[in-house]
């Protein structure tokens, strides 16, 4: 079962408001070690800093958005023959179906 969460108002820290999606269990998880109380505390701190605009600004420009154009560039010849392909189905498709309705359009002028 997933559970929606509202963003916090964090425009004055900041932050970049995000929605958070997890999953919850039946059963509670209960730090059971120190490594893992740590663990928990330093991802917490991480997911904060990573949320900071200034972060996101950084992440979006060297990491997102240089990964989406290169994979636009790779595959914009692809998408270009796919629609290269249906236009000509299409015009296939226009000439068989003339060339079906032609002869009985012809005989009832007749």
Do not use: W
């Not at 929606?4 to 820290?13: G, L, V």
């Not at 730090?31 to 904060?48: A, D, H, R, Y």
């Not at 914009?76 to 179906?97: A, H, R, S, W």
């Amino acid at each position: 079962m997933t559970s929606f969460e509202p963003p916090e108002s964090t425009e004055q820290a900041g932050e970049v408001p995000i929605y958070n999606y997890e999953v919850q269990s039946n059963t509670e998880e209960v730090p059971s070690s120190l490594t893992s109380l740590l663990t928990n505390q330093m991802l917490e701190k991480i997911v904060k800093e990573v949320r900071k605009k200034e972060n996101m600004d950084k992440i979006h420009g060297s990491i997102i958005d240089p990964l989406i154009q290169y994979t636009y560039n790779k595959i914009y010849p692809y998408i270009l023959i796919l629609f290269g392909v249906l236009i000509l189905i299409f015009l296939i498709i226009v000439v068989i179906l003339l060339l079906i309705l032609r002869p009985r359009f012809f005989n009832k002028i007749k």
